[in-house]
């Protein structure tokens, strides 16, 4: 049933959007880091705005709102409060005249730790084949183990027949287990632990012990990869099932109320690989946390990539579920597959996969991107490896192309009235490709060092958390006005008016169309791929 807002949320909203024309304030609703510039885009007609310090009511700094620029695509204009001076630590609130004030932020070294706890827990919220448990601002959410006879294989010549695929993540905002989005999903947090691993070991994300000994951040991955590692075909070729879904999607049901039959579904080329990639990334990570286990996903992975070896051509998924399809070519998931298993074996075999490969491509590296097309993810890897070998012509041409398209989008969002990295560019999930850019700029900035892709890939952030045209977070349960009605089955069936927190909504198809509407899947949908960029993107700025 779709959950209704309350009488008090409509009225908070309407308050809102009435007053927008004249007392808008685009900011980030978490807050900034103290020595990083801090800029807001707020309503003209004004010369000038405070920074008050939210406890004192007094102002620590005044400064001179910019000339008005108007932009096209979101249809207004803006001035901007620059207060990047401001470093003291503190929560503060911007003024203008006497009575325009913004939302509460924060300033401090640590601003982003919480947010990253919230969207990290998100993952362990979704989990498949558990029941799960969590309090949030003194609401209790929670799901009983769910999917517990995942999944029959008939789908895949064995009818009739069960076997175990419980385990892994809810997908999006249906229940389903999908490899090829799962791909770039732990793809990019794996890639989160190897550049900022110093500072995710000590995170504490409060999960049941399911990994003894790993760290939490790992053991949450290891969640997924149990799941992962089952759905190889039981008949040991090495084929990979596409999903493992019901026919059609559930209603808006809890995880434990959706008892119809699940299945694996026959095997895509896509998913073989991308499931390769995955495999000997987790060899890698996990090797020093449980050398059996690793070396069990190692196997998987070699077992994998021989077959997709002796089967060079594309296989799409074909079967008539109507469930997420992730239809996508495979020459990226390849080119993925083989780096990934250089990195952690050495063997020559697969970097001259690679780079044979990747030769063949003339646009290496993706200004736009996400789970269609990952060979970002390839591409990196290969950059940022400390493994001897590599052809020096094809590597200065990927780094070439990488300061190239990162020196793109701060251009873009030099030239957004919200700093956006994206630009006017709007369609379904472009949130997550709006925080997936800042891998692209950090990636970048290893290469060559330039603030710049710094403070864009904070501009990501603040975009995300309210630097935005309709001045409000974009991920639930965090900062000012978040989501209240994502297309979430478990948000929309747990009788909570508050939905599940920390995810991430998609954003709009077009500039002005995001709805924070239940029904709106097109822009208001969860899903792990655009959750992974947005734990990546915290990630290179906590403490």
């Given at each position: 049933m779709m959950k209704q807002l309350t009488y008090l949320t409509i009225l908070i909203l309407f308050l809102h959007?009435?007053?927008?024309?004249?007392?808008?304030?685009?900011?980030?609703?978490?807050?900034?880091?103290?020595?990083?510039?801090?800029?807001?885009?707020?309503?003209?007609g004004f010369d000038s705005f405070a920074v008050v310090d939210a406890e004192t009511k007094q102002p620590v700094f005044v400064g001179t709102l910019s000339d008005s620029v108007y932009q096209e695509d979101v249809k207004m204009s803006v001035q901007f409060a620059d207060f990047s001076p401001v470093k003291q630590v503190g929560e503060y609130y911007l003024q203008i005249?006497?009575?325009?004030?913004?939302?509460v932020f924060k300033i401090a070294p640590d601003v982003y730790n919480f947010a990253l706890t919230t969207s990290m827990r998100a993952f362990y919220l979704w989990r498949c084949g558990t029941a799960v448990e969590g309090k949030y601002n003194g609401i209790t959410y929670t799901h009983d183990a769910c999917h517990m006879e995942d999944g029959w294989l008939d789908s895949i010549g064995m009818p009739n027949q069960q076997r175990d695929g419980t385990g892994g993540w809810h997908d999006a905002g249906d229940h389903g287990k999908y490899v090829v989005n799962a791909g770039i999903t732990v793809g990019m947090m794996f890639m989160a632990w190897e550049q900022f691993n110093d500072k995710l070991k000590a995170y504490d994300f409060d999960l049941p012990e399911t990994a003894p000994g790993f760290p939490d951040y790992l053991k949450e991955l290891k969640w997924e990869t149990d799941w992962l590692l089952?759905?190889?075909?039981?008949?040991?070729?090495?084929?990979?099932?596409?999903?493992?879904?019901?026919?059609?999607?559930?209603?808006?049901?809890?995880?434990?109320?959706?008892?119809?039959?699940?299945?694996?579904?026959?095997?895509?080329?896509?998913?073989?690989?991308?499931?390769?990639?995955?495999?000997?990334?987790?060899?890698?990570?996990?090797?020093?946390?449980?050398?059996?286990?690793?070396?069990?996903?190692?196997?998987?992975?070699?077992?994998?990539?021989?077959?997709?070896?002796?089967?060079?051509?594309?296989?799409?998924?074909?079967?008539?579920?109507?469930?997420?399809?992730?239809?996508?070519?495979?020459?990226?998931?390849?080119?993925?597959?083989?780096?990934?298993l250089w990195e952690t074996t050495g063997e020559s075999e697969y970097l001259e996969d690679f780079e044979e490969r990747l030769s063949e491509i003339e646009e290496k590296v993706d200004q736009n991107w996400d789970w269609p097309v990952i060979k970002n993810m390839a591409v990196f890897q290969y950059i940022l490896s400390d493994r001897e070998g590599k052809n020096p012509e094809l590597l200065a041409e990927v780094k070439k192309?990488?300061?190239?398209?990162?020196?793109?989008?701060?251009?873009?969002?030099?030239?957004?009235?919200?700093?956006?990295?994206?630009?006017?560019?709007?369609?379904?999930?472009?949130?997550?490709?709006?925080?997936?850019?800042?891998?692209?700029?950090?990636?970048?900035?290893?290469?060559?060092?330039?603030?710049?892709?710094?403070?864009?890939?904070?501009?990501?952030?603040?975009?995300?958390?309210?630097?935005?045209?309709?001045?409000?977070?974009?991920?639930?349960?965090?900062?000012?006005?978040?989501?209240?009605?994502?297309?979430?089955?478990?948000?929309?069936?747990?009788?909570?008016?508050?939905?599940?927190?920390?995810?991430?909504?998609?954003?709009?198809?077009?500039?002005?169309?995001?709805?924070?509407?239940?029904?709106?899947?097109?822009?208001?949908?969860?899903?792990?791929?655009w959750q992974a960029a947005l734990v990546y993107a915290l990630a290179g700025f906590v403490e």
């Open positions: 959007l009435s007053a927008h024309a004249n007392s808008f304030f685009g900011l980030n609703s978490i807050g900034y880091l103290p020595e990083q510039p801090k800029v807001a885009s707020v309503a003209t005249n006497d009575t325009l004030k913004s939302p089952k759905m190889q075909y039981p008949d040991g070729s090495g084929r990979v099932s596409h999903k493992l879904t019901r026919n059609a999607f559930a209603g808006f049901i809890m995880p434990e109320d959706d008892t119809e039959k699940r299945y694996f579904t026959e095997w895509s080329s896509a998913a073989t690989a991308s499931f390769t990639g995955m495999m000997a990334q987790a060899a890698r990570y996990f090797k020093p946390y449980d050398e059996v286990y690793a070396q069990k996903c190692l196997n998987a992975a070699l077992l994998s990539y021989e077959f997709l070896k002796e089967n060079p051509d594309y296989k799409r998924f074909s079967q008539r579920f109507r469930t997420g399809g992730y239809h996508s070519p495979d020459f990226d998931d390849r080119l993925w597959a083989a780096i990934e192309q990488t300061i190239e398209v990162a020196d793109k989008i701060v251009e873009v969002a030099k030239a957004d009235i919200f700093s956006r990295p994206l630009g006017d560019r709007y369609y379904w999930g472009c949130n997550g490709t709006v925080v997936r850019q800042v891998l692209n700029l950090q990636v970048a900035n290893k290469i060559k060092q330039k603030k710049e892709y710094i403070t864009t890939s904070l501009d990501a952030i603040h975009n995300i958390f309210g630097r935005n045209q309709y001045g409000r977070s974009f991920v639930t349960g965090l900062g000012y006005l978040p989501p209240m009605n994502p297309h979430d089955r478990r948000s929309g069936a747990d009788d909570i008016e508050a939905p599940w927190p920390g995810y991430i909504v998609g954003g709009g198809n077009k500039a002005l169309d995001w709805i924070d509407e239940e029904r709106s899947f097109s822009t208001n949908e969860v899903a792990i791929n």
